[in-house]
């Protein structure tokens, strides 16, 4: 234990440091690309230690799925268009870190880039329903059959004994165990029609600011 949490400790630093460098070079060779890419790489991992804590504000969490989009636009030339909806009062609503980018990427990996052209757009919404907040990821891929979207997304799809490639099933077990059975995801799919993921959660009271 003790060991594990000297590495805890020592990860970020020598990751953070590397990429530090790496920025500073770049810099000093002109490379702007470079800087621009370390920079939101060193954003991204900040946001998924979150210093420790599981539970952030929606903002944070949502500034961590820019930043992948960012960062994947840049290694595949803007292939993705993204449109942004979000109701501004709810970004400090707490949400369990970690839910909406792994969603994103498999509507990017799983969805456009099967395309033939591997390019598309994402839709990318969050409101209040009632006493609920969600959050839609909607993308124009390639979509899913009903075996898929069912091994992946039905309720008693387990991370322990389903094999697959969409990485969604470990996000259905969190949200599951944070806030009840009533909670989750929910995905609407049809092959050639794209996908449609909502993560639905309670809309419970605004994170205080950090001094």
């Not at 994103?104 to 799983?110: L, S, T």
Request: overall charge neutral; proline content about 6%.
């Amino acid at each position: 234990l003790e060991l594990k949490a000297l590495q805890a400790q020592i990860n970020p630093h020598f990751l953070y440091n590397s990429l530090d460098l790496i920025n500073c070079t770049a810099i000093a060779r002109n490379v702007p690309e470079i800087s621009r890419m370390v920079n939101a790489l060193a954003q991204f991992y900040r946001l998924s230690l979150s210093r420790g804590r599981e539970v952030i504000p929606l903002a944070d969490e949502l500034r961590h799925a820019r930043l992948y989009v960012e960062i994947q636009n840049l290694r595949f030339e803007d292939r993705v268009q993204v449109d942004w909806d979000i109701e501004p009062d709810i970004t400090r609503c707490p949400i369990i870190k970690i839910v909406l980018q792994p969603i994103i990427e498999n509507a990017i990996i799983h969805g456009i880039f099967e395309k033939p052209d591997k390019t598309g757009r994402l839709r990318i919404a969050a409101c209040r329903q009632g006493r609920d907040l969600c959050i839609t990821v909607e993308d124009d891929g390639v979509g899913m059959d009903p075996a898929t979207r069912e091994a992946n997304f039905s309720a008693d799809a387990s991370s322990a004994n389903t094999k697959g490639g969409y990485g969604v099933r470990n996000i259905n077990e969190r949200l599951h165990l944070a806030y009840g059975p009533g909670y989750g995801l929910f995905c609407e799919s049809a092959p050639g029609k794209g996908t449609r993921v909502t993560i639905r959660v309670p809309a419970e009271a605004p994170v205080p600011e950090e001094k």
